[in-house]
């Protein structure tokens, strides 16, 4: 089957301009997350949605914010970028619904980098 | 808040084993998971643990405890493929958060 596809695969974006990411899921899957990838913090949460309702929010600004719609694809977008928002952007999709243990499978993720 | 913590790297020889730990404070927890990821590539799911006791995979064995807040990933028969970066991460309300994971490089 197919597995969770990202666009665009890398970016590049002037400090100030903003960014709409997308990401669709495996076939079935309902749940979707994001996370941001950087050297020096790791994978950092920046939130999960199920059944197009944000179920959970990492602690980041008020620049990123994501949807989803009802077939399950999501998109993210980060306004008014700043350089430090440069990083590998990776979505992951599962079948989640109220259960916590289905294994979550991830994108190749999108390269952002911010001049 | 969340703290969770693994060495940075490790290093072994074509096969040996080489245990991988992982403490970790949040404020809730729903299970721990780990995950490969080789470089350039996305995280690859390799166990899930929710209870405590230990998870057997082939070569790769998982293990929980919940009153210590502590995990290990077990990796045996080591192969030159297993160089990766490990995660080791805990779900809590559908919230993943990742520890800053640990590079292992096998060397022949």
């Known amino acids: 089957k197919a597995g969770v596809t990202q666009t665009p695969r890398y970016l590049i974006k002037t400090r100030g301009q903003q960014v709409t990411l997308s990401c669709s899921p495996i076939s079935g899957h309902r749940s979707v997350s994001w996370y941001q990838q950087t050297p020096g913090q790791g994978l950092q949460f920046l939130f999960e949605?199920?059944?197009?309702?944000?179920?959970n929010k990492g602690n980041f600004p008020g620049r990123f914010s994501g949807r989803q719609f009802s077939n399950s694809r999501s998109e993210m977008n980060v306004s008014t970028l700043e350089l430090g928002d440069s990083a590998l952007y990776l979505c992951?999709?599962?079948?989640?619904?109220?259960?916590?243990?289905?294994?979550?499978?991830f994108g190749q993720g999108t390269r952002l980098t911010v001049v | 808040g969340q703290n969770i913590d693994q060495p940075t790297e490790m290093t072994a020889t074509e096969g040996a084993i080489v245990q991988i730990n992982c403490t970790y404070q949040t404020s809730g927890f729903n299970g721990l998971f780990w995950y490969q990821q080789h470089a350039g590539e996305a995280p690859t799911f390799l166990s899930y643990n929710v209870l405590d006791g230990l998870e057997e995979k082939g070569r790769f064995s998982s293990f929980l405890s919940r009153s210590k807040g502590y995990s290990y990933l077990l990796l045996k028969e080591l192969q030159m493929k297993d160089s990766a970066s490990y995660l080791c991460?805990?779900?809590?309300?559908?919230?993943?958060?990742f520890g800053a994971g640990t590079t292992v490089t096998v060397r022949a």
């Open positions: 992951a999709s599962s079948l989640a619904s109220d259960t916590y243990n289905t294994e979550a499978f």
């Open positions: 949605y199920f059944s197009e309702t944000q179920r």
């Open positions: 991460a805990v779900i809590n309300d559908y919230k993943l958060s």
